[in-house]
């Protein structure tokens, strides 16, 4: 599926069980460098089952959950349903329902390379407060720090159905575009996961671009992915290292 609002929408309980968190040193930097606070108000746009949101969540903010999929929307909303900080809307990056200058943060975790950027741009700009913050943030796996990863690399290379196409990657070079004028800082946190077969089982067929049990490459990919995985285990595991990326910035108003 090309749209990137229903392709995750087979993939929603892997993703909520096998994603990454977020290291909890986002939130300090953003205490540090950009002023966060219990009362600031967030939108956490593409929130998908609400790994970000559950962190600032965590640190007190009320958080307006932006997620367009309704079944990651409402996988959410039952993970995080005791917190009385938490506003769940059918809405979208491009067109989020929230008042001009209502936020004191906008949020994309492991999403902003889905959004339409103009539109997105001008909608960020719409609703956050003046002097408020935009925040990118990806877990992003290294590829070759060890065998294993270079290992799995290949597997997604060659099973992969857009692997490439969609690679959140391929928008690095267009942040500093959609801040301009204005300037944005970078911070990189180490981040990891650790997991058995069932669960590096899990956190593959999380992936929109990984065919699912009805492609015919579905029991081949998994042969290969559990010949990787005995190969490369030790003590029953193996593990992804992620560098999160944290990019923070203003936008200027758009005329």
């Not at 087979?10 to 994603?19: C, D, I, K, S, T």
């Not at 936020?103 to 103009?118: L, P, S, Y």
């Not at 290949?154 to 928008?171: A, I, P």
Request: glycine share 4%; proline share 4%.
């Amino acid at each position: 599926m090309n749209d990137p609002v229903s392709r995750f929408s087979n993939r929603v309980e892997n993703y909520a069980r096998y994603r990454p968190s977020y290291p909890a040193g986002v939130i300090e930097i953003l205490k540090a460098d950009c002023g966060l606070k219990e009362s600031s108000a967030v939108a956490d746009v593409g929130s998908g089952t609400g790994i970000l949101t559950e962190l600032f969540l965590q640190n007190g903010n009320f958080v307006f959950a932006i997620e367009p999929n309704a079944a990651m929307r409402s996988m959410a909303e039952g993970l995080l349903r005791k917190s009385t900080q938490f506003a769940s809307l059918d809405a979208t990056a491009e067109a989020t329902t929230l008042k001009e200058e209502s936020v004191d943060f906008v949020t994309a975790a492991q999403a902003f390379h889905w959004f339409e950027r103009d539109k997105t741009r001008r909608e960020f700009a719409r609703i956050l407060k003046p002097s408020g913050w935009v925040v990118l943030i990806w877990n992003e796996r290294r590829l070759d720090s060890t065998l294993f990863l270079q290992e799995y690399e290949k597997l997604l290379l060659r099973y992969g159905t857009d692997y490439e196409k969609v690679r959140h990657e391929n928008v690095t070079s267009e942040i500093a575009q959609f801040f301009s004028p204005e300037h944005f800082e970078l911070k990189v946190l180490e981040n990891a996961q650790h997991f058995d077969f069932e669960s590096l089982k899990g956190r593959v067929l999380s992936s929109s671009y990984m065919p699912d049990q009805d492609h015919p490459n579905f029991k081949p990919m998994l042969q290969e992915l559990e010949d990787v995985f005995n190969a490369n285990q030790k003590d029953g595991t193996v593990s992804f290292e992620y560098e999160t990326k944290v990019y923070y910035g203003h936008l200027s108003p758009q005329p």
